[in-house]
């Protein structure tokens, strides 16, 4: 059996002897890295778990302050009519605030196509036109025809010249008159209701005003509504 050479020996015992000692410095450095990991680990899960929470409240609340403007928001009301008549435009700036009843019917009413064609039946100078249709009703026929040869003409805010109205509405009514004043009228306070009035054209109604009548103010040659269109803005 070979001897093993004492040179060989010192050898093998260095090459069993265990791993040297780790300093603490490493070690600390080790310890803050895995901290510094795990923190950020959970930073990283807190945020991700609370966003969709988040988002999803926020979501919410845009959806309500939408759902709410959507019910509060109204659809636009026009705000002007445009009569077209044989002689001329006449435009009417509509009072919707102070007769919305009166105004959401006559708009309906337009929007059907209702006036094309109608005539202006009554026309009394230096007092009123009326067109629209009457339905045989001859209460406004008896009315502005005392109303013309009694009336004291005064200055009123509310039925100065140029003023469109309509009598008062009978629910079993479907029929729709149309006045346009072409003077102060006070007189018509218990008669009209003005839902309107004209703002260009008054050469129009002004024209109109000065036909040929029949002893009981019908125009001798019809002059009629072709149509009235409706506009948000001009």
Same mark, same amino acid.
């Given at each position: 059996?070979a001897?093993?050479k004492?040179?060989?020996?010192?050898?093998?015992?260095?090459?069993?002897?265990?791993?040297?000692?780790?300093?603490?410095?490493?070690?600390?450095?080790?310890?803050?890295?895995?901290?510094?990991?795990?923190?950020?680990l959970?930073?990283?899960?807190?945020?991700? $778990?609370?966003?969709?929470?988040?988002?999803e409240?926020?979501?919410?609340? #845009?959806?309500?302050?939408? +759902? %709410?403007?959507?019910? =509060?928001?109204?659809?636009?009301?026009?705000?002007?009519?445009?009569?077209?008549?044989?002689?001329?435009?006449?435009?009417?700036?509509?009072?919707?605030?102070?007769?919305s009843?009166?105004?959401?019917?006559?708009?309906?009413?337009?929007?059907?196509?209702?006036?094309?064609?109608?005539?202006?039946?009554?026309?009394?100078?230096?007092?009123?036109?009326?067109?629209?249709d009457?339905?045989?009703?001859?209460?406004?026929?008896?009315?502005?025809?005392?109303?013309?040869?009694?009336?004291?003409?005064?200055?009123?805010?509310? $039925?100065?010249?140029?003023?469109?109205?309509?009598?008062?509405?009978?629910? #079993?009514?479907?029929?729709? +008159? %149309?006045?346009i004043? =072409?003077?102060?009228?006070?007189?018509?306070?218990?008669?009209?209701?003005?839902?309107?009035?004209v703002?260009?054209?008054?050469?129009?109604?002004?024209?109109i005003?000065?036909?040929?009548?029949?002893?009981?103010?019908?125009?001798?040659?019809?002059v009629?509504?072709?149509?009235?269109?409706?506009?948000?803005?001009?």
């Amino acid at each position: 059996m070979a001897r093993i050479k004492p040179q060989q020996l010192l050898m093998q015992s260095k090459k069993k002897r265990g791993p040297s000692r780790t300093s603490i410095p490493a070690i600390l450095i080790g310890a803050l890295f895995a901290l510094f990991l795990v923190l950020s680990l959970m930073g990283t899960y807190r945020h991700w $778990h609370n966003r969709p929470k988040s988002q999803e409240g926020m979501d919410l609340a #845009n959806f309500e302050r939408s +759902d %709410l403007t959507t019910q =509060t928001k109204k659809p636009s009301v026009p705000k002007y009519a445009i009569i077209e008549t044989g002689k001329g435009s006449i435009t009417m700036e509509l009072y919707k605030d102070a007769t919305s009843d009166v105004v959401e019917k006559f708009l309906e009413l337009c929007k059907k196509g209702h006036f094309k064609g109608m005539l202006f039946h009554h026309v009394i100078k230096n007092y009123v036109i009326q067109g629209g249709d009457s339905q045989g009703d001859t209460a406004p026929q008896d009315w502005i025809l005392n109303g013309k040869s009694s009336a004291k003409v005064t200055t009123s805010p509310k $039925h100065e010249a140029f003023m469109i109205g309509t009598t008062k509405l009978n629910p #079993n009514r479907k029929g729709f +008159d %149309l006045f346009i004043t =072409t003077a102060p009228i006070p007189d018509l306070n218990e008669k009209l209701l003005i839902f309107g009035r004209v703002i260009k054209g008054e050469d129009v109604v002004q024209e109109i005003e000065e036909v040929d009548t029949d002893e009981h103010y019908k125009p001798k040659s019809p002059v009629g509504i072709v149509d009235i269109s409706l506009k948000q803005d001009l």
